[in-house]
């Protein structure tokens, strides 16, 4: 029979195993969830002892003692709790019989007016918090890493596209900015922790009724009480915000808003990944490709864009959690339901651990970028000779030509010149086709200019690139830099990161 504790014989979650950094899995972690749930019932009971409530000090110390110890709560702890919980089929109740077998004297007063999600959502929203902070830091990091190359990049021309058809040209430099400025505007849908509201302590409907109870009517203290308990659990001259109202539940609708603060990013990512992938297939542009690494098993020569395509798959996927969030968001009836609770221990992690594990993705992608500067200028230079049309056309006129009879006479130039290039696989000739045409002659050599036409200068890519070095160089500058001096020490200990497999 197979061995359901082996991790060969039950299924393992590729976010986990191939794809979500340990950072990010700590923090969605059953040990870091439930010591935060304690951290929540220490700072609540310091609160009530402060605010004269029937807690002792010695009931205090006990419990943080306990909870306060290093690694927090124990495997056996965690095993009691599971014991616990097959028995009462509720596991908050769970973790406060566990925690009060190993605070016996604080046992008695662990929880104390309080429900469920006065733990839970306090909880949840901390791990929130934290999370987005990591995915900001990450973002602030890909920013880096593009800006970096589109330093590097920002004087190579390659050809722009529009409805992915030939278009004016850009540099490849200009283009990573883009990809870096899309990042920026998705990510201002993520919260930073400060933006972030506590639940605070409500009670079972919202109205804080068992709370006043404690304070015999006393609703000043009951606020005084929120405001301490989430005071000592953050520490310092921290001051906590909260939702207005709330049912028995944070209300749920903010959980599309950070689901799909999410998305957005993700959405960025997969439409960078698949730009590389395109121009990968022009063979302008490489991911980083190992010296062992394998592109098919039947094809050697392959070298696929793998990194990218994970990226567009994994981002897919958190796209498309954000349903989730809106359908519990709509059937919360009345103060809630508890239908929210299995679908959110799927989507609010799985859709932080899958963008966690793009990101690193993309980072690891956008540090190691090849650009095969030969096959770029290739390929703008088989278009080039129809975009520089224009300027063509208007050096012409400044030498003395009718516009609307120069303008017919390249029209027809250019659609032949683009015939022989569809039907018959040939290279473009417009530039050869005009420069033979008499009328684009000065009149010393027997055409209809007065001077020579600076053929050199028409063709010079860099006539056509616009501001794309200035743009790139300013967003750098101005946008990136910032950023990367204020999250400066959270790039730091993320390191280098990359793709776990």
């Not at 540099?171 to 930073?192: F, M, Q």
Request: hydrophobic fraction near 40%; aromatic fraction near 6%; proline fraction near 5%.
């Amino acid at each position: 029979m197979p061995d359901a504790t082996n991790p060969y014989d039950t299924y393992t979650s590729p976010l986990a195993a191939r794809n979500a950094s340990p950072e990010m899995l700590r923090l969605w972690s059953p040990r870091h969830k439930f010591n935060t749930w304690r951290r929540v019932w220490l700072a609540v009971a310091e609160a009530q002892h402060e605010l004269g409530l029937p807690v002792s000090e010695e009931q205090v110390e006990e419990l943080r003692a306990v909870v306060n110890r290093p690694g927090g709560i124990t495997d056996e702890e965690m095993h009691a709790a599971e014991k616990y919980e097959r028995d009462l089929r509720h596991d908050v109740m769970a973790h406060v019989h566990a925690l009060g077998d190993s605070c016996p004297k604080a046992r008695p007063i662990i929880h104390l007016g309080m429900t469920s999600q006065d733990v839970v959502c306090n909880a949840d929203l901390h791990v929130i918090r934290e999370s987005n902070e990591l995915i900001l830091a990450k973002v602030s990091r890909l920013l880096d890493s593009l800006s970096k190359f589109s330093l590097k990049t920002k004087s190579i021309p390659t050809l722009g596209f529009t409805h992915y058809q030939p278009a004016q040209p850009t540099t490849v430099g200009r283009r990573a900015a883009g990809w870096a400025e899309e990042c920026l505007v998705a990510s201002d849908g993520i919260r930073p922790s400060d933006l972030v509201p506590h639940r605070g302590l409500r009670g079972a409907t919202g109205t804080q009724a068992s709370f006043l109870a404690l304070f015999d009517g006393d609703g000043a203290k009951v606020e005084e009480l929120e405001d301490r308990a989430m005071h000592n659990l953050y520490g310092g001259d921290y001051t906590p915000f909260f939702f207005n109202l709330t049912g028995q539940t944070y209300p749920r609708v903010f959980d599309t808003i950070v689901l799909s603060g999410l998305a957005s990013t993700a959405a960025v990512l997969h439409k960078i990944a698949s730009d590389i992938r395109l121009l990968s297939n022009r063979k302008e542009i490489d991911e980083p490709f190992e010296s062992k690494q394998i592109g098919s098993s039947a094809m050697p020569y392959k070298r696929n864009p793998m990194r990218c395509e994970r990226i567009c798959g994994l981002t897919r996927f958190v796209m498309n959690l954000v349903g989730n969030a809106y359908d519990t968001a709509a059937t919360q009836w009345l103060e809630r339901t508890l239908d929210d609770s299995s679908n959110r221990r799927l989507s609010l992690p799985e859709a932080f651990l899958a963008l966690d594990g793009s990101l690193d993705l993309m980072h690891n992608v956008a540090s190691g970028l090849v650009v095969h500067e030969a096959t770029v200028r290739k390929n703008l230079m088989a278009e080039l000779p129809f975009m520089a049309t224009e300027n063509i056309l208007m050096a012409c006129v400044k030498l003395g030509a009718d516009r609307q009879d120069y303008h017919e006479r390249i029209r027809q130039h250019a659609q032949e010149a683009g015939m022989r290039v569809k039907q018959q696989g040939l290279d473009n000739d417009l530039l050869d086709r005009l420069r033979a045409d008499p009328a684009f002659k000065s009149k010393a050599n027997g055409g209809m200019l007065s001077e020579e036409l600076d053929w050199e200068g028409v063709m010079d890519p860099m006539n056509y690139i616009g501001r794309s070095v200035e743009q790139t160089e300013r967003f750098v500058k101005d946008v990136v830099e910032p950023l990367r001096e204020q999250y400066a020490d959270a790039i730091a200990k993320l390191g280098e990161s990359g793709p776990r497999v």
